[in-house]
């Protein structure tokens, strides 16, 4: 199992399947935010948190995964720049993506992000005096709700969290159908299926992302 | 037909290189890209310049020796058509071409259009065969081989070793000729024995080599002019997981292959 960590294939292995791992959270954390659009995501959070085990299996995992795909997605980056060393005067490419050329930079844009992401929801050092743990609702629940509305009035954050989410979709686009053939779990027939499926998954979690601060900002969803 | 040409001319390995411009005149639209070659050099002669470096062989798209990238596409516009078999048809009365040799660490430029390509061989010798013990030749059809293993061995075995996959590559892998070569044996059952093997000695010799990893950018498979697939790419990483639970065996295989047969 040591090549997983030293060879090429392995790497990738490694980076396919933590990907798909923090894909699978990237769809449930989804769903769990469109209970904001009918008024239960106070509810929603407390049941969450209630569920201790579950949380922090999730967490560990998910920490797990992450390093588990960036490690080795730096090191194979710099081995792949060193194995290129020039390009050519004029430079076709035939096949390749906007989104599959750049997973490098989309990638440490998410990772800038997650680290905000972090401490403004989860840690909530960023407004404090607005987040779910210093307010409670009229059901003695931390008012996530407040908290979330209040952040997304502002256009600023807004669309930082709109920028952040569209390196999310092009890193998807091309690291879904990617991870499938890195486990080898493709065919000539599956190749452009799992293409387009991959690119569908991601422009869906895209909308669904995007749909909070969006309407919050354009000010359909009001406290 | 008249066109201007720009070729990268290196002197030696660790000389440094340049494009230069050229002017090709008076080509038939029936020339081979190399036949053009040929006339250009020719004239250079003629007034005593060095004439252009290019890799050539068989010149009916087979040997995979033509290392050129013409307009950044390996082997030119054409799809599944190798340098040599590419025509001045394919290009217009006045057009500007770009001629550059591989570009690829693995690859060093030996001179001008030629590149050392020996990376290759090094990745074939590492697993890149089956072991056998010789004798008479085998009675045909003694061991069954189902139709489509034999096509899907038959595809793979199409890879000439040209290099334009590892020109094409962003990262300069080798990953779809090594793939090829990896599901080529993989398929049939004389390399089977030592498939496991094989996809660890092959993928450690292609990092080894400078190679870079695959991204799954597939701009290999559009450059290939045999039309190798991204496919066999899956079908390696496969390998490569079943292979897995015991490891990387670099142990050379016993000389006993009953015992080995069995796996």
Known sequence: ?223 | MNLTLYVWRQKGPHAPGKLARYEARGISPEMSFLEMLDVVNESLIREGEEPISFDHDCREGICGTCSQVINGVPHGPQERTTVCQLHMRSFRDGDTIYIEPWRARAFPVIRDLIVDRSAFERIIQAGGYISVHTGGVPDGNALLIPKENADTAMDAAECIGCGACVAACPNGSAMLFTAAKVSHLAALPQGRVEAKRRVCLMTEEMLRQGFGSCSNHYECQAACPKGIRVSFIAKLNREFIKALPRGTNTAPPSPSHGTEAKE
């Open chain 1, 1 to 223: 199992m040591r090549v997983l960590v030293t060879s090429q294939v392995g790497k990738k292995v490694l980076m396919a399947v933590s990907g798909q791992l923090m894909t699978l959270f990237v769809i449930v954390h989804m769903l769990g935010n469109t209970t904001l659009f009918f008024g239960g995501l106070n509810a929603y959070a407390a049941k969450l948190h209630s569920l201790l085990l579950l949380v922090w299996t999730a967490r560990l995992l998910m920490l797990t995964a992450l390093v588990a795909h960036v490690v080795p997605g730096i090191q194979l980056y710099l081995e792949n720049r060193k194995a290129k060393p020039g390009s050519y005067a004029i430079r076709n490419s035939l096949r390749a993506t906007f989104a599959s050329k750049n997973m490098v930079w989309t990638g440490m844009i998410i990772g800038a992000f997650l680290i905000y992401h972090l401490l403004h929801f989860t840690f909530q050092f960023i407004h404090p005096e607005q987040g779910a743990s210093a307010n409670i609702d009229p059901l003695g629940r931390p008012d996530v709700s407040r908290m979330v509305l209040f952040s997304f009035q502002s256009t600023a954050h807004a669309l930082m969290y709109i920028t952040a989410l569209t390196a999310l979709l092009l890193h998807l686009t091309h690291g879904i159908q990617s991870s499938f053939q890195s486990l080898g779990l493709n065919t000539d027939r599956s190749i452009p299926v799992i293409v387009r499926s991959g690119f569908v998954v991601a422009m869906v979690l895209f909308l669904g992302y995007i749909a909070v601060p969006l309407i919050i900002l354009l000010g359909i969803l009001k406290g």
